[in-house]
């Protein structure tokens, strides 16, 4: 049984940054492609970028780039996702999130990790 | 970035009825469209893929049409368990983006 498992809850200052980890079991991991998508409170799901951990290049959303850095390291299966400059509106959970792929191309998302709480508040 | 808009924002109709939300994509997707039902306190969970196809375990109620840039998901007879948030996710060549979501509730 697949299961992706998040870091703990951060709490931050503005200015600082975060990085989030998430471990993937039960499967193989260079079979998957990874999603961070975060959801502030109330709000909806936002993608932030990804990575296919068997190509190691990762894709950001224009929103996210130069803040955000999306990495695998095959030997734990484990990704991570750092955010710098971190301000209140970052304030949200991080899901990770896992999908097949083809050649470059993301599939849609059927595993989703439960998430991380960041808070940013000063 | 391809933008994905859903309409409409929120809905509210009563049990039985059939509700239909559309999504459009910014620019052509093919069919690489999912749709995702949320729950007030859930993680999100896949209904649709492919525009059309339905995951194994969801409810036949539930069905996708659309391809290119017009997409719907359609529930043929609302029930009180699809109180949820529905999202449209755009695949394939990343950015993945969704859409903002649509609120349904029952009247």
């Known amino acids: 049984q697949v299961q992706l498992a998040q870091s703990g809850t951060e709490v931050k200052k503005p200015g600082s940054s975060v990085k989030v980890s998430c471990r993937s079991s039960?499967?193989?991991?260079?079979?998957?492609?990874f999603s961070w998508v975060r959801q502030a409170p109330g709000q909806g799901l936002e993608w932030m970028g990804g990575?296919?951990?068997?190509?190691?290049?990762?894709t950001y959303a224009q929103k996210f780039q130069g803040r955000v850095t999306i990495t695998a390291d095959k030997s734990t299966s484990t990704v991570y996702m750092e955010l710098s400059s971190l301000r209140s509106e970052d304030t949200a959970v991080y899901h990770c999130?896992?999908?097949?792929?083809?050649?470059?191309?993301?599939?849609?998302?059927?595993?989703w990790g439960k998430g991380t709480t960041v808070s940013v508040s000063s | 970035d391809i933008q994905m808009t859903q309409s409409p924002s929120s809905l509210s109709a009563s049990v039985g009825d059939r509700v239909t939300i559309t999504c459009r994509a910014s620019?052509?997707?093919?069919?690489?469209l999912a749709w995702y039902q949320q729950k007030p306190g859930e993680l999100p969970n896949l209904l649709i893929y492919?525009?059309?196809t339905l995951r194994s375990g969801v409810p036949s109620r539930f069905s996708g049409s659309g391809s290119g840039t017009h997409f719907s998901l359609t529930i043929s007879s609302l029930q009180p368990e699809d109180v949820a948030t529905y999202y449209c996710?755009?695949?394939?060549?990343?950015?993945?983006?969704f859409g903002q979501g649509t609120r349904l509730e029952i009247k």
């Open positions: 999130a896992r999908g097949f792929y083809s050649d470059y191309d993301y599939y849609y998302v059927d595993v």
């Open positions: 039960g499967g193989t991991f260079t079979s998957y492609s």
């Open positions: 990575i296919i951990p068997i190509f190691e290049t990762p």
């Open positions: 620019q052509g997707i093919r069919n690489y």
């Open positions: 492919a525009a059309s």
């Open positions: 996710q755009k695949y394939g060549s990343a950015p993945c983006s």
